[in-house]
């Protein structure tokens, strides 16, 4: 582990002689993934015990980004208000000079750019239904706070945009947003979900960013088949999951404790394996333009 410590000295040094956040988070989350992928299971999570014990991390949670995945205040990590830092750019008035140089490397990171890109593929893909089909409803899965909807050009077209969570706090947020408009927050669960508790009308597009993260494979090929089901004829299914090889995910597992399920393209199509093939008109999976996250796109013939 000579070279882990080294390489979180050298790091905690460049910090401290105010060198850029984001050369520096960079830096640090390719050779943690070198680190990482020369090690076993058992031995990487050693490594993320040594790398939470080193001065680097009290200084890496100064950033209001990487602390709030470690704490948890909600229970998980990746909720509604860590994306938002991606999305705003902007940290608390509070935040420490430290931490504002860490969360600029945070929050413009490879993995953050891929969030960015996430959030403007999906608007991009409801606008085009918006604009295309007169009242089409849409479903969004573990909606966090909805913010492609405000990237979107066509929402007034739809009937009605399903915002679907089990965080009440997040759909709280989303009624706020969008009290009066076609936004439904609708509280749930994905085992809800399974169990057919939640019924909607033929839909046009159901989505599901990052949630995929967070599931065994046997739940996934399970909801993949149930929300392809939810489908109107020509409709369109989109899940996301972070890949393997995602630039960040040395430094999430050991500095902010958020382990996630990863799959490549390849394992993302298994999710669709007990949906028959004649029901699918159209299947397409490709990774983003970082290669951090993966996508699955079915459309129901």
Not at 55 to 82: F, I, Q
Not at 247 to 264: C, N, P
Request: proline share 5%; charged share 25%.
């Amino acid at each position: 582990m000579k070279t882990l410590e080294a390489l979180l000295d050298r790091t905690a040094r460049s910090l401290e002689e105010g060198e850029p956040g984001p050369l520096v988070i960079d830096a640090l989350c390719r050779e943690l993934n070198a680190v990482s992928r020369a090690l076993s299971a058992d031995d990487w999570a050693k490594a993320c015990q040594i790398c939470r014990s080193h001065r680097l991390c009290g200084m890496v949670h100064e950033d209001p980004y990487t602390r709030r995945a470690y704490e948890k205040p909600r229970g998980y990590a990746g909720d509604a208000p860590m994306l938002d830092f991606i999305y705003s750019g902007r940290a608390p008035r509070e935040t420490s000079e430290l931490g504002r140089r860490v969360f600029e490397g945070t929050t413009t990171s490879s993995n953050a750019r891929s969030v960015l890109e996430r959030r403007e593929r999906v608007a991009t893909l409801l606008d085009a239904i918006a604009s295309g089909q007169d009242a089409a409803c849409v479903l969004a899965v573990a909606c966090g706070h909805l913010r492609e909807a405000e990237l979107m050009r066509h929402r007034h077209r739809l009937s009605t945009f399903y915002a679907f969570d089990q965080d009440i706090e997040s759909l709280s947020e989303v009624n706020e947003r969008f009290a009066g408009s076609n936004v439904i927050p609708t509280h749930g669960s994905v085992k809800g979900l399974l169990r057919g508790e939640h019924t909607f009308p033929p839909l046009a597009c159901v989505y599901a960013l990052g949630l995929y993260d967070y599931l065994p494979q046997p739940v996934a090929v399970q909801l993949t088949q149930r929300l392809f089901r939810l489908l109107d004829h020509g409709g369109q299914l989109l899940v996301g999951n972070f890949t393997p090889d995602n630039h960040g995910r040395g430094y999430m597992e050991a500095f902010m404790s958020w382990q996630l399920v990863y799959r490549d393209a390849a394992e993302l199509a298994v999710c669709q394996c007990e949906i028959p093939v004649a029901e699918i008109r159209s299947q397409k999976v490709y990774p983003d333009s970082e290669g951090n996250i993966a996508y699955l796109l079915l459309e129901r013939a």
